[in-house]
């Protein structure tokens, strides 16, 4: 899991909290992803939010007139103004990823990003699911599954910093150094 700057923890939570106040949470989550999705995928609308020249205004009207074009609610229309106004556009998509893990974290839940040397079946999926939840403590997890052909075989979880190796390759140099110290 990829390091957030800490900038995007202040505003995915004030947003978390204000839709959840409103009970809009789903839909602020879909909207946020939807303007971040936007940002990443234009390189001239990632330079211009990036540059630290352009003025707090030009920068707020552009983030207000994407989200008008994009038919967002009015939270998420202020918001995006905002963050585009503070200079912190770039940002968005980091706000998203703080913004869902506080929806997860309301909802006792937790991701797990898995990688496999080939994909799951569903019911593998939901096995390996409940064994980390049992490792969690009952927490439910979902499982964002990623093939990696280097592994020899097994997997390979991450949730936050902690670690399971199911992998041949864990296997194997834990076995190596089992008889390297024999």
Known sequence: MKARPA??????RALFELARERGQVDA?????????GVV????????????P?????????????IATRLAVS???????GLVAQ??????????????HALVDESLGRVRASVRTAVALTESERQALSARLARALGGK???????????????????????????SLDGQLA?????????
């Open 28 to 36: 602020v989550g879909r909207e946020l992803d939807t303007l971040a």
């Open 86 to 99: 503070q200079g912190r556009a770039e940002y968005l998509e980091a706000i998203a990823e703080e913004f």
């Open 174 to 182: 834990r076995l190596g150094a089992r008889l390297a110290r024999a």
């Open 7 to 12: 900038a995007a923890k202040p505003y995915a």
């Open 53 to 65: 020249w352009v003025s707090a205004t030009a920068k707020r009207g552009v983030g207000t007139e």
């Open 140 to 166: 439910q997890v979902l499982i964002e599954e990623r093939v990696d052909p280097s592994l020899l075989g097994g997997f390979v979880a991450e949730i936050d910093s902690f670690i399971v190796d199911g």
């Open 74 to 80: 009015k939270l998420m229309h202020d918001f995006i």
């Open 40 to 51: 990443r995928d234009d390189a001239m609308l990632r330079e211009f939010f990036a540059r």
